[in-house]
């Protein structure tokens, strides 16, 4: 437990030194709220959206979707095809401290970066937005299946590709059809139905609806539960399998 947190201490120190990508997933998702957030449309009850607002469903849904996206899909995988391509992850194979220690830091210190984003939009959103508190009791723990079920597949991603480059490009590969099917170009209510259904087996379009049923005080949906713990089960196998030190 001291090397994993030294560990995470060290990793936290040297992702703070690269400023443009922590911020950058910190802050995008506050804009985003910020911007999409004046419209009067999204203070009033919509009965798409069963009767609850925008501002309490659909925006800080979408602001915690892109923040975790961001890390799963972009700054995990790349980090780690960096490490690799370094040899980093390689020498740590030949010391007492594991390379696993390294992906247990990594995983820690970009669940914070989450963490952290989600505070900062439920604090812009309830301060400034006239935004309700959600249940905590709710959001918590499927933020945190979120995160479960989507950094895995970042870790796949790094799995599979030889660099950092080839992490970006398949990250974007992935990134543009699930935000589709999430809801980010076209809110999900205007989709049409078989869309709507084929988002509801990706996983990032599973924890979209999730969130902003949790945020809304609803309980998510069984199916959307399940299909972030098979992508959990699944895309972590698979990297497992698949992944090489150097």
Known sequence: MRTLARLTIVETRLMLREVTPPLFTVLLPVALLLVFGWSPGTRVPD??????????TVLPSMSV???LAMVAFFMLPVVLTTYREKG????????PVRPSAMLGAQLLMNGAVVLVSTVLTLAVGV??????????????????LGVLGLFPVGLLVAAAAGG???ATGWAFVLWFPSAFFAGLYVP?????????RIGDWTPL??????????WAGDTPRPLHLAVLAATCLIAGGLSVRLYRAG
Do not use: C, N, Y
């Open 65 to 67: 979707m892109v923040s």
């Open 188 to 196: 999900v209510e205007q989709l049409p139905p078989v869309l709507r």
């Open 164 to 166: 950092p480059k080839t």
């Open 88 to 95: 980093i992850l390689r020498r740590f194979a030949t010391t």
């Open 127 to 144: 301060t400034l937005m006239d935004m309700r508190l959600p249940d905590l009791s709710l959001v918590l723990p499927v933020l945190l």
């Open 47 to 56: 009965a798409a959206l069963g009767g609850h607002r925008g501002i309490d």
């Open 205 to 214: 379009g599973a924890f979209r609806q999730a969130v902003q049923a949790a």
